[in-house]
Each structure stands twice: as structure tokens, then as C-alpha cells.
């Protein structure tokens, strides 16, 4: 089972996703899935090798929808080739991960928020159900959808110069326009998750700053399966 973070850039994902981290860390034994990459380019580049080790991996394992996976790629209209190659080794590192998970994950960042990505920048955006029908085998169970206040969502992203996003300290009417335009995107997303994983559960998060971790752990239990147990996560803490 996969419980992945979904939301805007800045809305503060990663930090909730680490502190959730800190208050239910699983006993010894348990590894994450993902390490956040530092902001050193040499990080970078790693961090980018092991995507694309992990992109070749789900290559290898399922040739048949990777190659279905790149012509929606295609068909999205990325700005440039290189655009599409990153998207679609980011996507195809997105599933490997899901692929090879065990027991329960929470992950930052998964499937879901990496077809975002790839229609975001795209010029043909109409392509979401057909997306999610192609990787319903390696979507997350439970969504956490993280949101902020628009204004507080714009001040973060204007003072963060770590690269996070291709937003990150851009003039503030620009990046509300790419906040409504994300916004729009991956409410669509979002819903059409709903009608394919017809099970799956979710969670709205309003980070306001002061937001407790303690309350999604409360709500962990509620939102695993019977079977699964709080011990069994495996907290990932990762930014995209």
C-alpha cells in the first residue's frame, strides 16, 4: 500500500512528510524509499543518477508500459525533447519506487504528483485519465492533499532560492498565475484518482504554518487497511 503527498510547490509537503517522520518513525529495520537530495549540485547529479537507475529498472521489468508511458509523454507536447526525457525518467523513477515497495510507504511526492508534472509543462493537458488508467497498478491508496493559503502559498515560494520548483522566487503575479494553473491541473487529477482507484481514501491537509503532524498520525490508522498496522510505515522524505 502507498500513501503519497500531493500539493502545490511550497505548500509544505516535505516539511509535514519529515516531521511525520519524527513523531512516527518506524522501529529499527525500516528504511525509507527516498532521501531528499541537498542542494549541492553534486547531490543533484546523484540524485539524478538514481532516478535514472530506477527509470531503466522499470524498463526492464515492464517494457510494455514503459513504452506506452513514453508516447503519452510524447503526446503531451513538452517544450523540448530534454523536457520530455526528464518528465518521463521522473515518472518511470516514480513507479519503480512504488514497484519494489513492501508492506505500507508514505511517500513525498509519488505517481500522481509526477503525471502533475508532465501535464503541467505540457501544451496538450487533456490526457490525465488515460495517464492514471496506464499506471493504475502503482497508485497510491491513500492521498494526503496538502494545501496553503495562497498568499502565504506565494510569499514561501518567492523567498525559497533551494530550485525546487521552476517558480521558486519568480515575481509574485507570476507565480499566482502558475498557482491557478497547478491548482486547476491537479484538482482534475486528483478527481479522476478517485473514480479509477474506486477504494481509495484521502485526506486534506490545510498547512497554516502551525500545522501538528500528531493530527495526520492520529489519522494514519483510520486511513490504512485493517491489516496494516502504524509500526509496518515507511515514512519517505523526499522533494521532487
Sequence with gaps: MTIEFI?????GKSYICRRLFEVCEP????EAIHVAPAAEDQRRVAHLAAKLHRATLFLLRHPLVTGRILHCVGRSAQKSSLEAVFKAVNLLSELQAVDRTQGVSVIDQGVL?????????????????RFLELVRPWLPSVVIFVVAEREENIRRLRTRLNGQSRIDGLPAGEIEAELIRGTNLLEQIFKEWKEVVSDGRELRVVNQGDFSPSM????????????ATLHQAVFADRRG
Excluded at 27 to 30: K, R, T, V, W
Excluded at 114 to 129: F, H, M, Y
Design 27 to 30: 522501529p529499527g529495520g525500516a
Design 113 to 129: 504528483q509526477a503525471i502533475w508534472s508532465v501535464l503541467l509543462r505540457g501544451r496538450n493537458c487533456q490526457d490525465e485519465r
Design 216 to 227: 495526520v498520525a492520529s489519522l494514519l490508522p483510520e486511513l490504512l487497511s485493517r491489516e
Design 7 to 11: 500539493g502545490l510547490p511550497g505548500v
